[in-house]
């Protein structure tokens, strides 16, 4: 455990900024309510992220919490509802009311042409840059084709009908997933409440969109969105769930209940990671500062009240229960290949499939369902692959024709959604979806 214990000191330096000198903490306090009735709700989780401490609603659903710096983000949970937040900015508040949303609202149906590959938005006016999608909206960041600099945040509906739009500029932040070996600069990006955050030179901006009209929350200034939010995945019942991860390993760990430091519960390593990736003859080619890290990564998502995460390397996933207890761990092979160890003797061993197999997994959390993307390097062929979350086999193969080289691969409810650059004129990126 002496790795473990080394990883969570400096998950709480990566994650939580230093304390003031003095250890001071401010106090705000509030009520949360029921959206529909406005009756106060009960034992209602509270976190806040770079905290320790978890607090929750008296029977009066009054709540009090010290937090060490201002301003900062509070967030609400309660099984059925939508994480609820909100931004406390002074000490002493004392009027706070979340008013949380039940999920029990019905998302409408859609109806979907009878292709199987449709083009969402339709005309030919937009260069389409980056998209996500949240409950049945999705916010589009694009530009006007052949006018870069007009940019513009668009709300549309599941079947492509824009229903809004914002002016923005000056959009895109360079970040450093863990995943990924180069920076690589985002637009939007949805967080762990499931909020999307449209990212500009200056900060990262809250998107709201009621009544189909889109507008900005509170900011989170980069060294807090980046250093705090980013790591978090999810929230389980109070508890902050987050990875920290190096070219060899991936440790996730989660805050519990006025812990000091982060409890580990998964630890995926990766023993070929140092010469997996990149070869030395491309290493002694390479500029000087040129950054070719790829940390492991082990994908993970909460489905109800469980938390599956990944690991590829030791050949499963694993099953958490609410409180973050392993409950089973279910087989998988599908990411494995063979691959030839020795070229004389032509000597066979199975291993991770780093070639056509991206290591990421697409959860849709409409239908519940899991999936591995592959693209084929031999035919540039594209598939993806259903995970079953009982027995970790394949349940089906999915295969995405005519187009060869897709990107911003989302899915939701049964579809497939993703970027596709053009390859006549006009020379410009279009959103399909794809019935599954």
């Known amino acids: 455990m002496g790795s473990i214990k080394i990883f969570s000191v400096f998950l709480l330096l990566a994650v939580s900024s230093a304390l003031p000198a003095q250890n001071r903490k401010y106090t705000v306090a509030g009520v949360v309510v029921d959206s529909l009735t406005g009756k106060p709700m009960k034992e209602v989780n509270i ?35 939508s994480i609820g937040n909100c931004l406390a900015e002074k000490s002493g508040e004392k009027n706070i009311r979340i008013a949380m949303l039940a999920e029990t609202r019905e998302i409408s149906e859609v109806t979907v042409t009878g292709e199987k590959i449709s083009k ?6 937009l260069n389409i840059i980056d998209f996500e999608i949240e409950d049945d909206r999705i916010v589009i960041f694009a530009s006007l084709y052949k006018n870069l600099k007009d940019q513009r945040l668009y709300l549309a509906n599941l079947k492509g009908d824009t229903l809004s739009h914002l002016q923005v500029s000056n959009a895109g932040k360079e970040i450093k ?13 949805r967080d762990f409440t499931g909020k999307i955050q449209f990212l500009d030179k200056d900060c990262a901006h809250e998107v709201n969109h009621y009544f189909d009209r889109l507008t900005f929350g509170y900011d989170t200034q980069y060294s807090d969105f980046i250093g705090r939010v980013i790591p978090i995945k999810c929230e389980m019942e109070g508890k902050l769930v987050f990875q920290v991860a190096t070219v060899t390993g991936s440790y996730t760990f989660f805050y519990g209940r006025g812990s000091q430091e982060g409890t580990p519960i998964k630890f995926v390593q990766d023993k070929k990671a140092n010469s997996r990736y990149v070869s030395k003859e491309l290493m002694a080619m390479a500029p000087h500062d040129a950054d070719f890290n790829k940390r492991v990564s082990a994908p993970m998502f ?11 390397f030791s050949d499963h996933f694993e099953v958490f229960d609410s409180n973050l207890n392993p409950v089973r761990k279910v087989p998988i092979s599908f990411q494995n290949v063979n691959v030839i160890d020795g070229l004389v003797f032509r000597i066979y061993s199975v291993d991770v499939d780093t070639k056509n197999f991206d290591q990421n997994i697409q959860y849709d959390e409409k239908a ?24 970790g086999q394949i349940d089906r193969v999915i295969q995405i024709p005519e187009f060869s080289n897709i990107s911003n691969v989302r899915i939701y409810d049964n579809a497939l959604y993703f970027l596709y650059d053009t390859k006549v004129y006009p020379y410009y990126r279009q959103l399909y979806r794809m019935v599954i």
């Open 47 to 81: 976190s806040v992220v770079g905290a320790s401490g978890n607090w929750t609603t008296n029977q009066a659903g009054e709540f009090t919490v010290q937090v060490q710096r201002l301003p900062s983000v509070l967030y609400f949970s309660y099984v059925g509802y």
């Open 302 to 312: 909460r489905k109800g009240k469980e938390l599956f995460v990944f690991d590829f």
């Open 120 to 125: 969402l938005i339709k005309g030919d006016t």
């Open 368 to 391: 519940g369902k899991a999936y591995a993307f592959y693209r084929y390097k031999s035919d540039n062929k594209q598939y993806l692959k259903e995970i079953n979350l009982e027995t």
């Open 177 to 189: 997933f863990p995943e990924i070996m180069m920076p690589k600069t985002e637009f939007l990006v």
